[in-house]
């Protein structure tokens, strides 16, 4: 399976994610930013305002959407779920880990159905919960043990990808081997603002350990100039891209 995701650039790496709340700022933002990212992620926040009317404006860019509508559900819905989103074509579509591995296997199957089949990614543990939050879901499992844990299930399951922190790519790669696409936010350009990431890690560290897809925002959206941001970081990973 090639790990390339993106027409337009076949190697780069940087996904933006497109998280405003105007839908021209989106569509303006996407085409210009587009000879500088190899794809743009939209999430929950995008989606339930435009639809799929905004979906296809950002579509018409030609570059590969990332939707991380995050699904879970039992194995029926979520199957249901992906083959109606499939339809949309995108390249790469988020469902949690911890819905389990019948739900993730169904989610596969689904989506191998489609003429363009989306790779189904899994999330694994969110970022927002830590050990104390799992002690109290009664899980006995430190948060590293219960990331490594979804990911081994996701990998049993037939999943193309997984989200992980920038920390886990090492540990992640060396279980889950070369095949399996590793995404990753929480990535922080030196000397750019962590906003509500804790464990940041700059693009081009967490590339050469080994991420597949960086998936960046705030620091490009909220840059004075969202283009610069945007054609810095993406150059700041050409020198690393031969042999990926
Ligand atoms: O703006 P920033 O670069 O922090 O954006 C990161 C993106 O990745 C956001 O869209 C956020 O929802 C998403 N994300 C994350 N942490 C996860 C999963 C997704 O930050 N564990």
Do not use: W
């Not at 992620?41 to 009317?53: A, H, I, S, W």
């Not at 989610?107 to 489609?114: F, I, R, V, Y």
């Not at 090492?170 to 509500?196: C, S, Y």
Request: charged share 25%.
């Amino acid at each position: 399976m090639t790990k390339a995701v993106s027409p337009a650039d076949k190697n780069n790496p940087l996904f933006l994610a497109l998280d405003v709340s105007d839908i021209d700022l989106a569509v303006r933002t996407a085409n210009k930013l587009k000879p500088h990212i190899g794809g743009i992620k939209l999430g929950m926040e995008f989606f339930y305002n435009f639809g799929t009317d905004g979906y296809e404006r950002i579509r018409e860019t030609g570059l590969p959407i990332f939707l991380d509508l995050k699904l879970y559900d039992i194995p029926a819905t979520v199957s249901a779920a992906v083959r109606t989103l499939a339809r949309l074509s995108p390249a790469l579509l988020t469902i949690h880990a911890s819905g389990g591995i019948e739900m993730m296997r169904a989610a596969s199957l689904a989506a191998k159905e489609a003429d363009t089949p989306p790779r189904i990614v899994a999330v694994g543990m969110l970022t927002s919960l830590e050990d104390a939050d799992l002690e109290r879901e009664g899980i006995p499992q430190t948060a590293e043990i219960r990331t490594r844990h979804l990911a081994d299930n996701a990998i049993e399951a037939g999943m193309d990808a997984f989200v992980c922190s920038p920390k886990e790519i090492t540990p992640l790669r060396e279980r889950l081997g070369g095949d399996v696409l590793l995404i990753t936010p929480g990535i922080r350009p030196e000397g750019a603002k962590a906003n509500d990431q804790k464990r940041t890690m700059t693009p081009e560290e967490a590339y050469r350990l080994g991420a597949d897809i960086l998936v960046i925002g705030r620091p490009i959206l909220h840059a004075g100039n969202p283009e610069a941001a945007a054609r810095e970081i993406s150059e700041s990973l050409r020198p690393h891209r031969s042999g990926k």
